[in-house]
């Protein structure tokens, strides 16, 4: 992959836009195909130590620097995008001050307990890349095992490649629970607890009007949404965090390692996601399906 690539043409943040709604949607599915670039370039990138850079045939070296104005560029072109469209002669309306929410990548990070960011530091996660048995393993890259900084973003695909790489689905009749690890009953003893203790939850009503139960948590037969509750109870709230945590989530250096963090994990999962497929198609048109997929239930 080049990095032009992954770069947006400098044209589409010079040239002002005038699209009607279809001519907007091939733009986002443009975007789109820019995002992935960006998240494999990102992958490949932190993979590597922080000083290494990526050596191409033409001469070309990225680094985390590069990489950030990338991000840089992309953002700007979304901004533009926002700023330029105009449907039927109506500009959209642009959000009350204060609260429109920024246009971009969002990188909101959390704190996790002294309990996960130990079994991250541990956890058997793979290499950081899969096409390479050879590189560094995943949870040596990753903030959550050393200093304890995330974000949902990346814990969700990251207890996925988990879930994965520990085989925890042990039903083959019925995929969607898992088995918890003889390392999650180490560290989360206190978690299953809590989590034991919750009130009793009730799945929508059927066609009858009957509510049944959701089953309580059981470590020997669990489902993903579980999981999800597993780092919410191990997530440290803001208010509870002392200044300088606080300031390390608001520090930029943080933000564009999570961010690297977030599409690493990303493009792994996505691997692994493949593989499970059956692979009948290459990875990239795989990735690009998914991408399509979501920008479809994202448009409704």
Do not use: C
């Not at 499970?276 to 290459?282: D, L």
């Amino acid at each position: 992959m080049s990095t032009a690539a992954a770069s947006p043409p400098a044209e589409a943040i010079r040239n002002p836009l005038n699209l009607k709604p279809k001519e907007f949607g091939e733009k986002l599915d443009q975007l789109a195909k820019h995002q992935n670039n960006l998240q494999k370039l990102s992958a490949k990138v932190y993979s590597l130590g922080k000083t290494q850079r990526l050596q191409y045939p033409n001469g070309v070296t990225v680094g985390r620097k590069e990489l950030r104005s990338l991000n840089s560029q992309f953002v700007k072109e979304i901004k533009d995008l926002k700023k330029n469209y105009t449907a039927h002669g109506k500009r959209l309306r642009k959000p009350r001050s204060g609260k429109g929410k920024k246009a971009g990548f969002s990188v909101n990070g959390i704190f996790v307990s002294d309990n996960m960011r130990e079994f991250f530091s541990k956890a058997n996660l793979g290499p950081s890349d899969p096409l390479n048995p050879a590189s560094k393993p995943l949870n040596e890259v990753l903030s959550v095992g050393i200093n304890g900084t995330t974000t949902h973003g990346i814990m969700t695909p990251l207890w996925n490649i988990y879930i994965y790489m520990n085989k925890m689905q042990k039903d083959p009749n019925n995929k969607q629970y898992n088995t918890a690890t003889p390392e999650m009953n180490t560290y989360f003893q206190n978690t299953y607890r809590t989590l034991e203790a919750m009130p009793q939850r009730y799945f929508k009503a059927d066609k009858n009007g009957v509510r049944k139960p959701i089953p309580k948590f059981d470590p020997n037969r669990f489902r993903f949404a579980n999981v999800q509750q597993i780092v919410s109870v191990n997530s440290i709230k803001k208010k509870d965090l002392d200044p300088q945590r606080l300031a390390i989530l608001e520090d930029q250096a943080t933000k564009d390692r999570l961010q690297g963090e977030q599409a690493l994990v990303s493009h792994v999962n996505d691997h692994y996601r493949w593989v499970k497929s059956g692979m009948k198609k290459t990875f990239e048109q795989f990735r690009a399906d998914e991408i399509a997929k979501k920008e479809k239930r994202r448009r409704g």
